[in-house]
C-alpha cells in the first residue's frame, strides 16, 4: 500500500493507495461515523485479492490521521459535502472507473458520490447506509453517547483519532439528534444512481430498519440487488467477514 498525505480543497486526507492491477477498477472504502483507514483492518486487502482490483482506502476529514474538523458543527447537507470531497480526492488521484465501499455513513456518501458522479462510479456496495433518519437510528446515537460518557470508549477511540475524538464524537450525535436534522433525506437523488447498487444489511441492526434498504433498492435507476443477513447488526463486515467478502467479490467481479 502507498501511504500519502494529499491535499485536497486546502485540507490534507490520508490515503492508502494499492494499485498494481493494471486496467482494472479501484475499489474505495469509506467509514463510518467513528470509523478510519485502520480499523478497517484486512478486509480491504482480502477483497482486493478475491477481485484482483486495485484499492484506495482514506481517512475522512476529521478522522484517523487526516487534517481535524474545523468545527464539530456540521450542515444538514454534510454528507452531500463530504462525497463532493470525495470526487475531487478521485480526480487528484486520477480514478474515474470507482467501485465504492462504504459503510453507514459511508454507505450514504457512496450514494450519494455516484448519484452526482456517474461518470466516476461503475459501481456501489452500500453497507448499513441511510436515506433518511429513523427512530431506531437516534436510540443508536444516544445509546452511543451514554457509552462514551460511561465507559472506556474515548480511550478506545483515540487510539485511532489521537485528539480528534472529542470533536468527531460531537458532530456525530450532535448533528443527528438536532432538531433540523430529522427531517434529513436523500431519497431525491437516488432516481439519478446508474450504476449497480448491492445493499448490505444485517437484519438486526441496531441503527436502522430494513425500509432504509427497500426504499432504496426501489428507487435507484440502475440495478440493483439487497442482502439481508439473519441476526447481523450493524457492521456485518466485522461480525460476519467471509460472507460479506464472498457477496461483494461475487458482486465486483459480475460488474468490473
Not at 467509514?31 to 482486493?48: E, I, Y
Not at 484517523?64 to 478521485?90: I, Q, W
Request: with cysteine.
Amino acid at each position: 500500500m502507498e501511504e500519502r498525505i494529499l491535499e485536497v480543497r486546502g485540507q490534507k486526507l490520508y490515503t492508502a493507495y494499492h494499485h498494481s492491477f493494471e486496467g482494472k477498477p479501484v475499489i474505495v472504502f469509506l467509514h463510518d461515523s467513528l470509523g478510519c483507514t485502520q480499523l478497517w483492518r484486512d478486509f480491504p486487502a482480502k477483497l482486493s485479492q478475491a477481485t484482483h482490483c486495485n484499492i484506495l482506502v482514506y481517512d475522512r476529514l476529521g478522522y484517523g490521521k487526516s487534517d481535524p474538523m474545523l468545527t464539530h458543527e456540521r450542515p444538514v447537507n454534510y454528507m452531500e459535502l463530504e462525497a463532493d470531497l470525495l470526487n475531487d480526492l478521485l480526480a487528484e488521484l486520477h480514478i474515474n472507473n470507482a467501485i465504492l465501499f462504504g459503510h453507514s455513513d459511508g454507505g450514504t456518501i457512496a450514494l450519494i458520490t455516484a448519484a452526482k458522479y456517474p461518470e466516476t462510479v461503475k459501481a456501489v456496495i452500500c453497507e448499513a447506509g441511510h436515506i433518511f433518519v429513523e427512530e431506531v437510528t437516534l436510540k443508536g446515537v444516544y445509546d452511543a453517547w451514554d457509552e462514551y460518557k460511561t465507559t472506556n470508549l474515548p480511550e478506545r477511540l483515540q487510539k485511532y483519532h489521537g485528539d480528534k475524538v472529542e470533536m468527531l464524537f460531537k458532530a456525530w450525535t450532535e448533528t443527528w439528534t438536532r432538531e433540523d436534522y430529522r427531517s434529513w433525506n436523500i431519497e431525491y437523488l437516488l432516481k439519478n444512481i446508474q450504476c449497480p447498487l448491492l445493499f448490505i444489511q444485517g437484519e438486526a441492526d441496531e441503527y436502522g430498519t430494513l425500509e432504509q434498504v427497500e426504499k432504496t433498492v426501489n428507487q435507484v435507476a440502475g440495478t440493483s440487488e439487497k442482502y439481508i443477513i439473519p441476526a447481523i447488526g450493524h457492521t456485518p463486515h466485522k461480525e460476519v467477514p467471509e460472507i460479506v467478502l464472498n457477496k461483494a467479490a461475487a458482486f465486483i467481479k459480475q460488474n468490473s
